[in-house]
């Protein structure tokens, strides 16, 4: 099974993904999270990622189909895959089709959270993520049992050098420019659900369950 979850930065598509994998037993595959333990591991891909990145705009298309076909080979996507901030322009869904189709496989449901734009600079201002294990979290919503450490992996937990308000005025205006069409993309084959993402993380959870 591939299911999608889209939405604008900080809508909370990496915090629900995290949990449906958990239920469906699937894993989450978040091509942030690809690009980011690129950028940890200092390899030139990751490097050149960095600047893109940094700035809230899009890693080129071919640098990311890259890296999302070789995970999705991995034996762990045997069953299926949640992907997490992946496609996000209409050339990305339409190779990730191409691909999927190679392989007997589609695209089974897309959900798309929303979430208001205030909200969306509240969580992302407030977000905290681990150096080592990429888990996130939240100065308010979601803190950490011991400040300033990852609860899992005991590495230091801070903001996401992306996560300003200049990168996420610009996050958002890449979202609205080139991945918002991606939903019309999938709205018109029938395989889209929308979300409402305003409350807590358990209630859009319930939410994000029903849609599928
Ligand atoms: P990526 O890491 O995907 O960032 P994003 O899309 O901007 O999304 P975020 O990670 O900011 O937010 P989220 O929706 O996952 O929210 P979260 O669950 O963390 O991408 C980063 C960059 O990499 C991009 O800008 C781009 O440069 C590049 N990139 C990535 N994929 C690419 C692609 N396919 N093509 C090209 N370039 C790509 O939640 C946010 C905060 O809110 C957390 O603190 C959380 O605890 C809290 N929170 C979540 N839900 C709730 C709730 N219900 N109530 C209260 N707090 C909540």
Redesign the pocket.
Known sequence: MILVIM?P????????ASRLAAELGIPQV????L??EARRDGSEVGQR?AI??DA????P?EV?MTLIERRLEQQDCGSGAIL??????VA?AVQLDDMLERSGRQVDRVVS?SVTEDEIVE??L???TCGQCGA???RT??PTAREGHCDLCGGLVSSRS??NEEAVRI?LQ?YSNLTAPVLDYYGGAGRLASVD?S???D??FNRVQGAL
């Open positions: 939405g930065p900080g809508a909370g598509k990496g915090t629900q978040s091509t942030g999270e690009l980011r990622a893109n990145m809230g705009t899009l890693v298309d990311v997490d901030g992946f496609p996000r322009t990305q959270i969580r992302i407030g977000r905290l996130v979290y939240h919503t979601k992306d996560d996050r890449t993402g409350g807590g993380l209630e859009v």
